[in-house]
């Protein structure tokens, strides 16, 4: 079955603790992409890659890390979370040349 | 800059209802525009889309036509269920920008039995 996973779905944590959410799609889809869902605000970007090795900003990008080493995997990283970061991160992704992009199905996040 | 605006929600009817739900957008170039739906602890789900003017996208019963005067994309449906509870989002899609999407704020629709 075609998908997008992430891990954990749910996460408390304290203020300072580094924490990786992973995310993985097995449809061989070039673009992958970040985002937090907060009430009133819709979904914002983080980071996004457009391949292997190749990741840039979105809107949001403070406070995150991304890796891109293989074409499967776009892990999200937050090497001192803080309060403000507890939100619903959505991973998704896409091939280039398709409008469609498929998201997973979201890891809410509680930072104490 | 870019942005997407939905009209406030949440949005409660009584199944078998008429469903509109606004949506408009500012943005440089000429951006393709979706409907998302997120349902109950689920990621978003593609609904429909429209790449440029005048195209009408359509999937399970609901509308939304690209109206390029008036810069909107608002979603109709003649008849709701139950079952179309959820959260709706609206975005666009900027050919120039690649594969981001910008959204709205999302509505939440509520539909009685």
């Known amino acids: 079955e075609a998908q997008v996973t992430q891990n954990p779905r749910y996460l408390i944590t304290v203020t300072g603790k580094k924490l990786t959410v992973t995310c993985s799609q097995n449809?061989?889809?070039?673009?992958m992409s970040w985002y937090r869902q907060d009430p009133g605000l819709g979904l914002r970007q983080i980071y996004y890659?457009?391949?292997?090795?190749?990741?840039d900003k979105g809107d949001v990008p403070e406070g995150y890390k991304v890796s891109r080493k293989e074409k499967r995997n776009f892990p999200l990283i937050l090497e001192s979370p803080s309060p403000n970061q507890t939100s619903l991160y959505f991973c998704?992704?896409?091939?280039?040349?398709?409008?469609?992009?498929?998201f997973g199905p979201g890891t809410r996040l509680t930072v104490l | 800059g870019n942005s997407v605006t939905q009209m406030e929600g949440p949005v409660t009817l009584s199944e078998e209802a008429f469903l509109t739900i606004n949506c408009t957008y500012t943005?440089?170039?000429?951006?393709?525009l979706f409907w998302y739906v997120q349902y109950p602890g689920e990621g978003l789900q593609l609904l429909l889309k429209?790449?440029?003017?005048?195209d009408k996208g359509s999937n399970k019963g609901f509308e939304a036509t690209y109206r390029k005067e008036t810069t909107s994309f608002h979603l109709e449906k003649g008849s709701v269920q139950v079952s179309d509870s959820a959260v709706y989002f609206c975005?666009?899609?900027?050919?120039?920008?690649?594969?981001?999407?910008?959204f709205g704020q999302g509505t939440r629709l509520t539909i009685n039995p």
């Open positions: 998704a992704s896409s091939l280039l040349e398709t409008d469609t992009q498929y």
């Open positions: 449809m061989n889809h070039e673009y």
């Open positions: 890659s457009m391949n292997v090795e190749v990741t």
């Open positions: 943005a440089t170039g000429y951006p393709s």
């Open positions: 429209a790449t440029k003017a005048d």
């Open positions: 975005a666009l899609r900027l050919i120039q920008g690649a594969q981001k999407l910008v």
